[in-house]
């Protein structure tokens, strides 16, 4: 019999995990740009094996503080 091991982690509280490429996309930047916020901390990402996952919250965060009112 094998045995199920429960992380405790819900999918729907992580949110969606997007990958460098896909989140450089969205933001209309290079990857190295991400690189660069991920490495400096201004967005949080997680590692998983050689590339990094960063939550769609975590974007809508970063964006939030670095909103600036035009008028």
């Not at 992380?7 to 997007?18: C, N, T």
Request: aromatic content about 6%; charged content about 30%; glycine content about 10%.
């Amino acid at each position: 019999m094998s045995e199920t091991v429960d992380s405790g982690a819900d999918p729907s509280v992580m949110g969606r995990l997007l990958t460098v490429a896909e989140v450089a996309r969205q933001l209309r930047v290079s990857n190295m740009t991400v690189y660069r916020l991920i490495k400096g901390g201004q967005l949080a990402a997680v590692r998983v094996g050689r590339g990094y996952r960063i939550r769609e919250d975590d974007i809508r965060r970063y964006l939030q503080q670095r909103y600036m009112d035009a008028g």
